[in-house]
């Protein structure tokens, strides 16, 4: 494929725990037991975060995990920069907690699987006030979270 043009992909939406389906990706067909644990494992890393579980949070990350917040201002402004990464012991302690902020009202998370290849996955999943871009992978028998890129749900300025 020429580079600059887009490729088509197949959007997998849904609010977690009551998607379900086969889509086609990447040549084969996805069963829906992968990808109700792709779900799961973000179900368990949304509910580990609302709750501040630094348990439970520390069994949904792979061991390599990098995580960070887009610091964007208004579309005008300089560009967009990268917070600091966060590494797997980094995300453990008060940025654990930084859900426990969240308004309980919404603290129903949605998910979008976006991509499934191989041992990788990639899903987006708003998660309150935030909207959380999330790379999976299979590890151990179960979808690890290896990356996250949060940005602020709302716009600036609302």
């Not at 084969?28 to 709750?51: H, K, N, Y």
């Not at 990268?82 to 902020?101: E, I, S, T, V």
């Not at 998660?127 to 151990?140: E, N, S």
């Not at 028998?141 to 949060?150: D, E, K, Q, Y």
Request: hydrophobic residues 45%; aromatic residues 6%; proline residues 7%.
């Amino acid at each position: 494929m020429p580079r600059g043009t887009l490729k088509s992909s197949i959007l997998f939406m849904g609010t977690l725990g009551a998607v379900r389906g086969a889509p086609h990706s990447a040549g084969r067909l996805q069963v829906p037991a992968e990808l109700d644990s792709i779900i799961q494992g973000v179900q368990a890393f949304a509910e580990a975060w609302f709750e501040g579980d630094e348990a439970a949070l520390e069994r949904c990350l792979h061991p390599d995990l990098i995580s960070r917040v887009l610091e964007a201002g208004p579309r005008e402004s300089v560009p967009p920069r990268l917070g600091k990464a966060l590494g797997f012991m980094d995300l453990l302690g008060a940025p654990a907690r930084m859900g426990l902020h969240t308004d309980p009202g919404h603290r129903r998370p949605e998910v979008s699987v976006l991509d499934v290849r191989g041992h990788a996955a990639s899903v987006r999943a708003i998660l309150g006030d935030w909207v959380a871009y999330i790379h999976l992978v299979a590890f151990r028998g179960r979808w690890a979270v290896v990356n996250v890129l949060w940005e602020w749900a709302k716009p600036l300025g609302a």
